[in-house]
């Protein structure tokens, strides 16, 4: 009998990582709080106000606008930031669909360009390249929460006179220099879903040190109306972003628990780093001397299948999963993506953008090609757990590339 579970063998991992989400009594009795107050809604409330404030002390910013998703918080920022028709946002061809459509959501063209190929985060000098009369902003992707090269991209933004965006989505406690992810630009953008390291279900945040910014983002989040004017007063073109009490109530108690629990992750995840670098063919997500602290929304390596007997990323993943290590979806490059490809996000431009040719559509994303479709990610839950969990999904792993030519 084979030694891979795959194949009928004993599983490497028994012991179950820690559940996720997670939540004990603080979390029932600040719902309760909610329930009790008949105080659903945010706009009376205090609970969203509150975790808005907090959320946005933790990460050094002077605001915080909590909104219904991270995919809003993005079109909130692109609004805010006056992003519209015949502009251009340059973004990592590399990420979620969100940040791209979050540009065309505004009737803007969202520039695809290459990411590093070690770190998977935007390559600061193809974005540069990129930079054309009509960009008004950069969105770097801090990806599986290693924040991108801030350095870089906030002179090149500063030097062309365009904003720089965060998209911070894996990114909650990362740090750059010591210093915590979000403000290095005009905003910072945050998710909440239920796989992010902290969360609601949903939910989103926007968070600035830009005074102006902030009461642009918090008036398009709330209808276009301004802060301290009548209620029925609207200024802007804006919409209803706002999260509900029930979501800030959860939100404020998990971020109690952010600091800790990215401690661990971090930590976990340089023990992977060492384990993992000593099993050939695997290479671990580079950590730049730059990131102090990682927040792992995921660990991500590097698959070269040669070294696995020539099985693709699919097989080694069937087989991760019967020895009991959990597995999460790469993206797929977005120049690849059928709206893309079918020409659909032509119909959110205007004018020459809308009929004209994209050099992205027809360009080669070596760096991006390599990530989608050769990277396994194992998800934040994981990296939770104890020095043991990290040595068990290493000799799984191992395992698995001794007797990789049985998965042929």
Known sequence: MSDLALLGGKKAKNKPFPVWPYYDGKEEQALKEVLESRIWWRTPGTKTLEFEQAFAKFHGARHGVA????????????????????????????????????????????????????????????????????????????????????????????????????????????????????TFGVAGTFSFQSSKLITAGEGGMIISNDNKFEVQARSVHDCGRMPGKWF?????????????????????????????????????????????????????????????????YAYIFHFNKKEFAGISTERLIEAMNAEGIPNQASYPPLHELHMFRNGQYRKRLSGKQATGKHAFLKKKFPATEKAAWETVWIPQPALLGDEEDMHEIAGALSKIQKNAKELR
């Open 67 to 182: 909104v219904t998703n991270g995919t809003a918080a993005l079109e909130v920022t692109m609004a805010a930031l006056g992003v519209g028709p015949g502009d251009e946002v340059i973004v990592p061809n590399f990420t979620f669909v969100a940040t791209a459509s979050a540009v065309l959501f505004a009737n803007a063209l969202p520039v695809l360009v290459d990411v590093d190929p070690e770190t998977y985060c935007i390559d600061p000098d193809l974005a540069e390249q990129a930079i054309t009369p009509r960009t008004k902003a950069i969105v770097a992707v801090h990806m599986g929460g290693h924040p991108a090269d801030l350095d870089r991209l906030k002179t090149i933004c500063r030097r062309h006179k365009i904003a720089l965006v965060e998209d911070s989505s894996h990114a909650h406690a990362s740090e750059w220099r010591g210093k915590r992810i979000g």
């Open 232 to 296: 029925y007063s609207h200024y802007i073109y804006g919409s209803n972003y706002r999260l509900s009490e029930w979501q800030g109530a959860i939100l404020n108690v998990q971020l109690g628990r952010l600091d800790g629990q990215t401690a661990v992750r971090h930590q976990n995840c340089r023990l992977l780093d060492r384990l993992l670098r000593e099993i050939a063919g695997i290479t671990p997500q580079k950590l730049d001397e730059r990131c102090t602290r990682n927040g792992q």
